[in-house]
């Protein structure tokens, strides 16, 4: 009808005619990417869908958390880690086969009266836990796989965001937008390593950016072919959907490109345990001039299997990732970092405000800094052992610093961390 009018006018103005070619031509237009864009929306909706099929593995029970997590406990034969297809009939190690000597010399030493003994535990607890012969996963839901730019880039870091403390270009260590504040050995065959690490709820700027403090196990050249297993706690928005400070695993054997992911959100890390689950929410936390926690995590290499078993405190032996994951690290690391790491999207053209540790710098101390203690590696004898020649590194030591110490208490220990955007670092 529109066109049938639109016509008429044509024999009365000059030049109608192409106005109603355009009018149709525009209408056609939209009718097509309004086609287009409804197809988009159905085809990522079934993308989503299917994804969640795939990695919420059917429950034997599911433990609604206060934070709003939900717990899925899945039979331990069941999880996703057996997606992958190496893993078909891979027969379960529920426990390693050597645990590295020296893993409880901590609990000799002596314990300053300041530090705190409360132990620190996940929020689902309060609600429940999973029987045995299950794991607890947290479930993914619709929203967690929406807020990243792709369903094949959920639950993946980004590339490059390793800290390469030989490099002296600070561009290139800068290119990601990662920035850390570390100590770290090199130079040895590396076969483990431990930390006790301050547990903290820094302020993140963006939702798109984190603020994560673990240790990394290295091995490879940092180009495409760097082999990583990393073990921690962060607060990454885009990725659970709130400011939680909550216990992650991430691992990789091509430098982040397609292989590995965060806690158990891809095939690859078995657990055995029935008490943590990756993901989840740590608490409670520490807090400024008050009661300070922290969590032990040690990862090491089982000398008669050779998988990398990970261990969370003195009682939680959590599970491990298999060798044939690996290149380098089925051998051994050549590296281990400690330490903090943040993503600076420059916001406002801005530095970001978003904190590392505590968001004090090193120099402010016990109660108000963030720190690691009692640092070790685990040597080619599965014998703990305090490092040698420790370095440190940070891009940005305005924004964020580490600084190290030594004593019999904290044995070899740093404080790191930092505000980020501050009157010295813009």
């Not at 027969?91 to 645990?99: D, E, G, T």
């Not at 561009?171 to 040895?188: F, K, P, R």
Request: proline content about 5%.
């Amino acid at each position: 009808m529109a066109v049938a009018v639109q016509f008429s006018c044509f024999k009365k103005k000059k030049g109608a005619y192409l106005v109603v070619f355009m009018l149709v031509y525009l209408w056609g237009s939209l009718i097509s990417l309004s086609c287009a864009a409804r197809l988009s929306v159905s085809r990522q909706k079934l993308e989503v869908e299917k994804h969640l099929k795939r990695v919420n593995k059917p429950p034997i029970k599911s433990i609604e958390s206060v934070d709003g997590d939900i717990i899925d406990c899945i039979h331990i034969s069941q999880q996703p880690a057996f997606d992958h297809p190496f893993l078909k009939d891979h027969k379960i190690q529920m426990r390693p086969s050597y645990h590295p000597e020296g893993l409880y010399d901590e609990e000799k030493m002596s314990t300053r009266s300041k530090e705190s003994t409360n132990p620190i535990t996940q929020l689902w607890h309060m609600n429940g836990r999973c029987p045995e012969d299950t794991i607890p996963v947290r479930r993914t839901k619709k929203d967690d796989v929406l807020r990243a730019s792709s369903v094949k880039k959920y639950g993946k870091k980004k590339p490059k965001g390793i800290a390469k403390p030989r490099s002296t270009d600070p561009d290139l260590t800068n290119e990601s937008g990662h920035q850390h504040a570390i100590a770290y050995v090199e130079g040895d065959r590396y076969y483990g390593a431990k930390a006790t690490i301050n547990v903290w709820e820094p302020k993140v700027q963006q939702s798109n950016e984190f603020s994560l403090s673990q240790l990394w196990i290295l091995g490879g050249s940092f180009g495409q072919d760097l082999n990583s297993i990393e073990a921690g706690w962060q607060v990454s928005p885009d990725l659970y959907g709130d400011n939680n400070t909550r216990l992650f695993t991430y691992w990789t054997s091509d430098a982040y490109q397609a292989t590995g992911c965060y806690n158990l959100l891809c095939s690859g890390f078995i657990q055995v345990s029935s008490a943590i689950a990756m993901g989840a929410s740590i608490s409670p936390v520490s807090a400024l001039r008050n009661s300070q926690y922290d969590i032990s995590i040690l990862i090491w290499k089982d000398p008669k299997e050779g998988h990398w078993w990970m261990q969370f405190g003195n009682d939680y032996v959590l599970g491990y990732w298999p060798s044939f994951l690996f290149s380098y690290l089925a051998e051994s690391a050549s590296m281990i970092e400690w330490g903090g790491e943040v993503v600076n999207s420059h916001p406002d053209g801005k530095h970001t405000a978003t904190q590392m540790g505590s968001g004090r710098f090193p120099e402010e101390g016990f109660g108000k800094s963030s720190y690691f203690r009692n640092i070790q590696v685990v040597d080619s004898s599965n014998n703990l052992k305090s490092p040698k020649d420790l370095g440190t590194f940070t891009e940005q030591s305005n924004c964020y610093d580490v600084q190290t110490g030594s004593n019999e208490d904290w044995g070899h220990h740093f404080y790191y961390g930092g505000p980020g955007r501050n009157p010295n670092c813009q």
